[in-house]
């Protein structure tokens, strides 16, 4: 069997920067291509990438996106420095969502980001503390 | 039959579409279509090779498109999209189009080219 060796990176994230939103998350899809990662995985981190990354650029005011890639497992942690989650298990319904006005007319604010990311994990954590910001932890086997 | 062999060259001829970004890759087939305004939508119901069809044109369109592989994006009801959105799809090789028509409309003739959103 091929042994691939862990990789990780860390990637910034711009509280607030709609212009360069997604890049982080378009440079981890890159990196899972080129190692070889099987499409089907790719999009399912593709996809709660965005969405996690997204709610930092929303709600999070800094944060980072880590990737780890090991031969059983991706891993994506996603924490940021913002105002925190009050009530979690409100958050996760889908179609709550307290994106602002402007953010809904751009298409976001549909309330489907954490729902979205549970759905495509194969493992899922979240983690929030008022005033201190919130901590993802987003786990996919690899095989 | 539906979605077989058409490329985004057959689209902008049979729908009057206008390229406003990267017009060398109007040669990419299209598997399919989607369309929403929504970008969790588009993220989670996509398929790759689809085309997307949109009111949206600010520069998000453009990471959404590149992660989800999509064919290509149709800007809807005339308008156009913001600069940045432009620079960002040249970046990402993702090609932008516009139609003047309204999405019920311009949906249907993508319909009658051969695309459908099933598949
Ligand atoms: N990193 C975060 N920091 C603070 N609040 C968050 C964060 N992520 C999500 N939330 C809260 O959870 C809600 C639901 O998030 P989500 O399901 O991604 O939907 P949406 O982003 O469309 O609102 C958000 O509207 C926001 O109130
Ligand atoms: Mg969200």
């Known amino acids: 069997m091929h042994k691939k060796t862990a990789f990780e990176q860390i990637f910034q994230i711009k509280g607030g920067d709609f212009i360069n939103a997604g890049e982080p998350s378009i440079k981890i899809r890159n990196i899972l291509k080129d190692i070889g990662i099987d499409a089907d995985i790719i999009r399912r981190v593709a996809i709660t990438a965005y969405e996690a990354e997204m709610n930092v650029v929303m709600y ?3 944060g980072t996106m880590k990737l780890l ?3 059983e497992k991706i891993v994506l942690h996603i924490q940021d420095k913002g105002q925190g989650i009050e009530d979690i298990e409100l958050a996760m319904k889908p179609g709550f969502t307290t994106a602002t006005e402007e953010m809904r007319e751009m298409g976001f604010g549909a309330g489907m980001g954490l729902p979205n990311i549970k759905k495509n994990a194969d493992r899922f954590n ?18 | 039959m539906k979605n077989k062999d058409i490329k985004i060259s057959n689209i902008i001829e049979s729908c009057n579409l206008k390229v406003v970004c990267c017009q060398e890759l109007s040669g990419r087939g299209i598997e399919g279509g989607y369309a929403s305004d929504l970008l969790s939508d588009v993220m989670a119901n996509t398929k790759a090779g689809d085309i997307w069809v949109t009111l949206q044109g600010h520069p998000n369109i453009v990471a959404v498109a590149k992660l989800k592989e999509l064919a290509g994006i ?19 090789n993702i ?22 959103g099933m598949r």
């Not at chain 1, 503390?129 to 690899?142: E, H, N, S, Y």
């Not at chain 2, 809807?76 to 040249?90: C, D, H, S, Y």
């Open chain 2, 74 to 92: 149709i800007i809807v009801n005339g308008r156009t999209p913001e600069e940045e959105t432009l620079n960002k799809a040249k970046a990402e």
């Open chain 1, 60 to 62: 999070g005011q800094r």
């Open chain 2, 95 to 116: 090609i932008i189009l516009t139609s003047n028509l309204p999405a019920f409309e311009l949906i249907g003739r993508l319909y009658e080219s051969g695309i459908s």
């Open chain 1, 69 to 71: 890639v090991t031969p």
């Open chain 1, 126 to 143: 979240i983690r929030s503390t008022i005033g201190q910001g919130t901590k993802l932890r987003i786990t996919f086997k690899v095989k």
